[in-house]
């Protein structure tokens, strides 16, 4: 089993800076897994966010976010990070965080999901 906890998400204004968390337990997690987020809006479906490797730090984002967020993680700590700079009013949604051994974007790469953080950015 493998747990996933979301924190940071809120109400913030277009322009402002938030920072997402999301640590990770359970016997069955590994900290050589890939860690990363998807989103999903009001009346849309689930899309990829962002993902980052273990060893090599590789990472991977949406072109929707592509250069305004980024994704870090501390593997001392298993938590990944989601910091997302220039917030546009469309990046609001609830934010998941997902891991498991593959590396993608699509949903179907990841087994193991938070339960979600909601996002509001304010114009």
């Known amino acids: 089993q493998v747990q996933l906890v979301e924190s940071g998400g809120g109400l913030v204004q277009a322009g402002d800076s938030l920072r997402l968390s999301c640590a990770a337990s359970?016997?069955?997690?590994?900290?050589?897994?890939?860690m990363g987020w998807f989103r999903q809006a009001p009346g849309k479906e689930r899309e990829f966010v962002a993902a980052?490797?273990?060893?090599?730090?590789?990472?991977l984002y949406s072109d929707a976010v592509k250069g305004r967020f980024t994704i870090s993680r501390d593997n001392a700590k298993n938590t990944v990070y989601l910091q997302t700079n220039s917030p546009k009013p469309e990046d609001t949604g609830v934010y998941y965080c997902?891991?498991?051994?593959?590396?993608?974007?699509?949903?179907?790469?990841?087994?193991?999901w938070g339960q979600g953080t909601q996002v509001t950015v304010s114009s």
């Open positions: 997902v891991t498991d051994r593959s590396y993608g974007v699509k949903s179907g790469n990841y087994e193991f």
């Open positions: 359970g016997r069955t997690f590994s900290r050589s897994y890939v």
């Open positions: 980052i490797t273990s060893i090599d730090y590789r990472t």
